[in-house]
């Protein structure tokens, strides 16, 4: 029987990836209101890893002007990224490969920005 080609190795970069399954960004909406990420996103992350797989972060905003949505998180000051680490440090103990989605919401943004500026 031939073998499913999602769950062949890949190498990605310096990444060795058992499998071809990645988790898909999805904007949770679990932030506060100041763009730090819940600390249960350490659970639902590191539940979602296997050795040696990709996991890709949901929409984390990397500027205050690019927040298109509420309660997403942000990755632009120092306590944002303090909240990550724990996350990320999750993902990794189970042996799994964390990437962030950086996230600029622009046209929603763009809107406020220019009502902001230009009156």
């Known amino acids: 029987m031939e073998k499913d080609p999602l769950q062949t190795p890949f190498k990605l970069s310096s990444h060795k990836l058992e499998h071809r399954v990645v988790l898909a960004p ?5 932030a506060s209101d100041t763009g730090i990420v819940h ?3 350490a659970e639902y992350y590191s539940e979602r890893t296997t050795p040696n797989s990709l996991l890709i972060s949901e929409g984390v905003v990397i500027h205050p002007r690019g927040r298109g949505f509420p309660n997403t998180p942000g990755l632009y000051n120092n306590e944002q990224v303090q909240a990550w680490k724990p996350i990320t440090q999750a993902v990794k103990e ?3 490969v964390f990437f962030a989605q950086l996230w600029q919401a622009s ?3 763009l809107r406020l920005i220019k009502e902001r500026f230009e009156g």
């Open 94 to 96: 189970k042996g799994g």
């Open 26 to 30: 999805m904007t949770r909406m679990r």
């Open 39 to 41: 600390p249960r996103a």
């Open 107 to 109: 046209l929603p943004s």
